[in-house]
């Protein structure tokens, strides 16, 4: 059974920062990529950073050079570091496994609240 598990999220005041983590299970965690999406009610879900299996990674244009984007794979886990962080950073933030070779396998995790007030 596959399982992704997230924490870390929670309430920040904007410029602080918070480190989400992504804990994975019943996969082979190093052949798939690892992404990290977000969501708010009445938007389109974001595609905000990833990390192939060989540490190669992409950002959205909204967070690059405030959030970087790590992964361990000794440990199955993926990590996004958000610093400087804005009110419009606040969304449920997803972890999401999709495999290099067959995309079809494809998974979620349930999704952490970032709220960032003003």
């Known amino acids: 059974q596959v399982q992704l598990v997230e924490s870390g999220g929670g309430l920040v005041q904007a410029g602080g920062s918070l480190r989400l983590s992504c804990a994975a299970s019943?996969?082979?965690?190093?052949?798939?990529?690892m992404n990290w999406y977000r969501q708010t009610p009445g938007k389109q879900s974001e595609l905000v950073a990833a990390?192939?299996?060989?540490?190669?990674?992409n950002y959205a244009d909204s967070v690059r050079g405030r959030f970087t984007i790590s992964r361990d794979n000794a440990q199955n886990t993926v990590y996004l570091q958000m610093n400087s962080l804005k009110p419009e950073d606040t969304a449920v933030y997803y972890c999401?496994?999709?495999?290099?070779?067959?995309?079809?396998?494809?998974?979620w995790g349930q999704g952490t609240q970032v709220t960032v007030s003003s």
């Open positions: 999401n496994a999709r495999n290099v070779y067959r995309v079809q396998f494809d998974y």
């Open positions: 019943g996969i082979i965690f190093s052949i798939y990529v």
């Open positions: 990390i192939t299996p060989d540490g190669n990674t």
